[in-house]
């Protein structure tokens, strides 16, 4: 059954970094796709500050968000697609300071967008990260085979997770702004 909640879909992430730049190289094939009126896509690197006033200016808040990422992280390999939910609460008061410092020198960063988003807290309980395993950095402005490969089942996983309830056909992982700093082991 189709969700009918007002959603975001938003895409994070430095151009011309090869895979790290999924969200925006993909942009534009999420905007073509058919979306219902009570979904919204936007792409999400004008920084946390200006995000959080945007969210403090609507006039119908956001029940469901759904960023589109591609964030390094240890025991993946390039092009596996991971969902995570984000469970709030906030890391000490020196990384906050940290994330804002990021955020006012034009960092994008997920991580700081999660933390600031939370200290002003604007996130509805419904926020998920599709996150896509990039593998190490490197410049450029294409995706490898490895991740043109997945394009498919990147949009048909958004887009299952913006009109359905997520977690129904996948594994849910969770973050939380007071151990996101911290590195773990699955």
Not at 82 to 99: H, R, V, Y
Request: glycine residues 8%; aromatic residues 10%; hydrophobic residues 40%.
């Amino acid at each position: 059954m189709e969700s009918n909640k007002r959603t975001l879909i938003g895409t994070v992430g430095y151009q011309m970094l090869g895979n790290h730049s999924v969200g925006p190289v993909l942009l534009p094939n999420i905007m073509e796709m058919d979306w219902p009126e009570n979904v919204v896509v936007e792409e999400m690197n004008w920084g946390p500050i200006a995000i959080v006033q945007y969210f403090q200016t609507l006039e119908i808040p956001f029940e469901r968000i759904v960023f589109l990422v591609a964030i390094e992280r240890p025991y993946r390999k390039i092009g596996d697609i991971t969902l995570f939910q984000w469970k709030g609460e906030l890391p000490s008061e020196t990384q906050i300071q940290a994330c804002i410092g990021d955020a006012a020198t034009g960092v994008i960063s997920v991580e700081n967008l999660l933390v600031i988003g939370e200290f002003f807290k604007i996130w509805p309980k419904e926020l998920y990260l599709l996150d896509v395993e990039p593998g190490p950095e490197a410049a450029g402005e294409f995706l490898t085979s490895e991740i043109q490969e997945r394009v498919p089942k990147i949009l048909i996983e958004l887009k299952n997770i913006s009109l359905q309830e997520p977690g129904k056909n996948t594994d849910i992982c969770y973050l939380r702004g007071d151990t996101l700093f911290i590195e773990q082991e699955p």
